[in-house]
C-alpha cells in the first residue's frame, strides 16, 4: 500500500481536529469558539468534482460559470493544495489551458467581485496563482 500523499495526510489531520473540536466543547464549552477557528484555518482545500465548488479554510466557493470552473481547473492542477508553494501562470498560458479567449478578469465580473479572489485566487498585472497570499 502506497504512502499516504500529503493531502491525504491533511485530510486526515483536519477530521481528527473535527473530533477533538467536539469533545473539548462538551469538556470546555468557553474555549469552542477558538477552536473551530483552529480547524477552519488547517482545513485543506478541496473541489467538487467538475470544480463547480470548493471548500477552502471553512468557507465553501461556488463557481457558476464553466469558465471559472475551467480556470479552477488549470490552477489546481498546478497548486494541488501544497501549503507554502506558490504556482504562478501567466494569464496568457492561462487562459490557453483553459481554452478561453480574453482577460482574466473579464471572467469574474459581476455585480461584486467573486468571493474566491483575494482569498483563494490571487492574480496581478502579470500572473495568476490559487493558494495563500503572498
Given at each position: 500500500m502506497p504512502a499516504p500523499s500529503v493531502v491525504e495526510k491533511k485530510i486526515r489531520?483536519?477530521?481528527?481536529?473535527?473530533?477533538l473540536e467536539?469533545?473539548?466543547a462538551e469538556i470546555y464549552p468557553q474555549?469552542?469558539?477558538?477552536l473551530v477557528l483552529l480547524r477552519k484555518s488547517h482545513?485543506?482545500?478541496r473541489f467538487a468534482p467538475g470544480f463547480a465548488t470548493c471548500r477552502a479554510w471553512g468557507v465553501t466557493y461556488h463557481?457558476?460559470?464553466t469558465a471559472q470552473r475551467n480556470i479552477c481547473r488549470e490552477l489546481w492542477k498546478a497548486w494541488e493544495g501544497k501549503t507554502g508553494y506558490q504556482a504562478t501562470i501567466d494569464h496568457r498560458t492561462l487562459m490557453l489551458r483553459a481554452g478561453l479567449d480574453g482577460k482574466f478578469s473579464s471572467y469574474w465580473r459581476?455585480?461584486?467581485?467573486?468571493?474566491a479572489l483575494g482569498v483563494?485566487?490571487?492574480h496581478n498585472a502579470e500572473v495568476v496563482w490559487?493558494?495563500?497570499e503572498e
Open positions: 489531520y483536519y477530521k481528527q481536529l473535527r473530533e467536539l469533545i473539548a474555549d469552542s469558539s477558538r482545513e485543506p482545500v463557481f457558476h460559470t459581476g455585480k461584486k467581485e467573486h468571493p483563494l485566487i490571487h490559487m493558494g495563500e
